[in-house]
C-alpha cells in the first residue's frame, strides 16, 4: 500500500467519529433485480477487480505500509446488502439511508467495500450503493468501477475467468521481514532519484522551487479560518442531501463569464455557503470557507489502475461577495493563484518524497497533519467526470449517479460533484449537527440557474 493510500486509514484510526469510505449512489429504471441474479452477476466480475477480494493487514511495530493480502474466507454475501426504502421512495428516503449507511465503518477483518441493493424507489426504479474504503481507491478509479461492474449495452458481457485459488495469508514474521527488506533498500531508493537530478539539473531545480513556493503556499494555508459554525465536533450518524443542475448550463455559463467546468461549479458551491451562513444569523467574512480540492494526477489513459493519485488545492471561497458575476470571477482568480503557488504540484513531490520515509513517522506525520488542518480546512469539494455513456446494470438502464464524499478533520459539511449523460448532481455530506443542509442544496441550484439565465 502506498503511503497515500494508508494515510486514509491512520486518518480513520485517529478520529472515532470518522468513516473514510466514498460512495455514490446508481439509480436505475426498473425492475429492480432479484438479490440472487446481482449476486451471480457480480461474482461474474469480481475476477476483474482483484482488490476486492484481498483485505488489510498491518505490520507488526509500523515497520511499514499496510498490505494487502488474500482473504481465505471471502464471501459474497458479507458484501451485498438488500434493502427496501420506505414509501413513497424519493430523495427525502434515499438520503436518509445513504447517511445511516454512510456513517458505519467497513469491517477491517474483510475486504473494505460493499453494495446495498436498494428497492422501492419512486416510479418503479432501484439503486446500488457502492461503498469503497479510500484507500482502495479515489474518485476517478472509483467511478471507473462502473465500466467493469455494468455494462455498455443492455445485453450483459459474459463472466470473467473464475478468480484464482487465494494466496495463504502471510505471517507477522514474513510481513516483518519483508519490511525490513524494504526499510533497509529506501537509502538505495533516494540515492538513485539523487543521482537522476544530478543528471538532469535543470529538472531537479524546477522541483525544488515548485516545492519551495508551493509548499510555503501549503503551510500558510494551515493558518486557521475565521470562526463560524461550518466546524466543530463531528457526531454519527450523517446528514446527506443532493443538488442538481444541468452540463450544458455550466458550459454556458463559463463560455459566457470564463473559468473552467470546475471553476463554475465552485463558485454555486461558493454561493451556497453564503447562503447557508446568512440563513444562521452569520456574516460571510473573508477567509471563513476554506476547502480542499482534490486534484488527480493520473496520467491520462490510467483511469482503470487503483489506488490514490491525487494532490490538492486549498483555494478560499469569497462567501464574502455579494454579486454572483463577481463571485464567479472571484473563484476563478482564487483557483487561478493556488495553481500559479504550485500548491497541487507541491503536494504532489510531498507525497513523493514520503515514500522513502520509515512508515512509522510516515504514519504519525499524517495524524500531526490532521490536528494542525482542524481549524483551517473548512470543506472539502471534489469533482469527477462521471461515465462517458450510458450504462446498463442487469439490463437496465442507468439514470443517475449521485456521488458521496467523506468529511474528516472538524469539517462538518463536504462536497462532491459528478456528472453523467448531461446532468450534474451535488452530493452533500453533512455531520448530524447540520440539520440545515438542504438550505446549502438549494442554493447551489438556485445560483446555478441564475448564472445560466441570460443577463
Keep these: 500500500m502506498t503511503p497515500l493510500d494508508a494515510a486514509f486509514l491512520e486518518l480513520e484510526d485517529a478520529e472515532p467519529e470518522v468513516s473514510m469510505a466514498i460512495a455514490s449512489i446508481a439509480v436505475f429504471a426498473g425492475p429492480a433485480p432479484a438479490v440472487e441474479e446481482f449476486a451471480a452477476h457480480l461474482a461474474g466480475r ?73 428497492e422501492g424507489l419512486a416510479d418503479g426504479r432501484w439503486a446500488l450503493i457502492s461503498q469503497v474504503h479510500h484507500c482502495m481507491v479515489d474518485g476517478v478509479s472509483g467511478t471507473d468501477l462502473y465500466g467493469v461492474v455494468l455494462d455498455t449495452g443492455p445485453t450483459p458481457r459474459p463472466p470473467a475467468a473464475p478468480t484464482p485459488a487465494p494466496l495463504r495469508e502471510p505471517s507477522a514474521a514474513a510481513l516483518l521481514v519483508h519490511a525490513a527488506r524494504d526499510l533497509l533498500a529506501q537509502p538505495l531508493a533516494v540515492a538513485r532519484d539523487a543521482a537522476a537530478l544530478l543528471v538532469h539539473p535543470g529538472e531537479g531545480g524546477r522541483r525544488v522551487a515548485a516545492l519551495a513556493r508551493g509548499g510555503t503556499a501549503l503551510l ?12 466543530g465536533p463531528r457526531h454519527r450518524p450523517r446528514h446527506y442531501a443532493v443538488a442538481r443542475g444541468r452540463v450544458d448550463d455550466v458550459r454556458a455559463i463559463r463560455h459566457r463569464y470564463g473559468g473552467t467546468f470546475n471553476d463554475v461549479v465552485l463558485a454555486a458551491v461558493t454561493a451556497g455557503f453564503r447562503t447557508l451562513l446568512r440563513s444562521r444569523s452569520e456574516e460571510p467574512v473573508r477567509a471563513a470557507v476554506r476547502t480542499l480540492v482534490p486534484v488527480s494526477v493520473r ?92 450504462l446498463f446494470g442487469l439490463g437496465r438502464e442507468l439514470l443517475e449517479i449521485i456521488p458521496y464524499v467523506p468529511i474528516g478533520s472538524t469539517a ?43 443577463p
Excluded at 463536504?414 to 448532481?425: A, E, F, K
Aim: charged content about 25%.
Design 46 to 118: 469480481l475476477p476483474l477487480i482483484p482488490r476486492y477480494r484481498q483485505k488489510v493487514r498491518r505490520v507488526p511495530l509500523d515497520l511499514g505500509p499496510p498490505v494487502w493480502v488474500d482473504d481465505p474466507d471471502f464471501a459474497l454475501r458479507h458484501h451485498l446488502v438488500r434493502v427496501a426504502l420506505p414509501a413513497p421512495g424519493g430523495d427525502a428516503e434515499l438520503t436518509a439511508l445513504m447517511g445511516r449507511v454512510m456513517a458505519a465503518r467497513l469491517d477491517r477483518d474483510r475486504p473494505l467495500w460493499r453494495y446495498w441493493l436498494v
Design 220 to 231: 500558510t494555508s494551515l493558518w486557521p479560518t475565521a470562526p463560524s459554525s461550518l466546524t
Design 299 to 390: 496520467a491520462r489513459g490510467d483511469e482503470a489502475s487503483r489506488g490514490n493519485q491525487v494532490s490538492l488545492l486549498l483555494p478560499q471561497l469569497p462567501v464574502e461577495v455579494d454579486d454572483p458575476v463577481e463571485r464567479l470571477a472571484a473563484t476563478v482568480a482564487e483557483l487561478e493563484a493556488c495553481k500559479a503557488a504550485h500548491e497541487a504540484e507541491a503536494g504532489l513531490l510531498i507525497t513523493e518524497m514520503v515514500r522513502h520515509e520509515p512508515y512509522a513517522l510516515v504514519g504519525r506525520g499524517v495524524r500531526w497533519a490532521s490536528r494542525m488542518s482542524q481549524r483551517s480546512v473548512v470543506t472539502v469539494a471534489t469533482d469527477v467526470p462521471g461515465p462517458r455513456e450510458t
Design 412 to 454: 462538518q459539511i463536504g462536497v462532491s460533484i459528478m456528472t453523467y449523460r448531461g446532468g450534474l448532481v451535488v452530493g452533500l455530506t453533512g455531520d448530524e449537527s447540520v440539520e440545515d443542509l438542504d438550505v446549502l442544496a438549494r442554493a447551489i441550484e438556485d445560483e446555478l440557474r441564475l448564472l445560466a439565465a441570460e
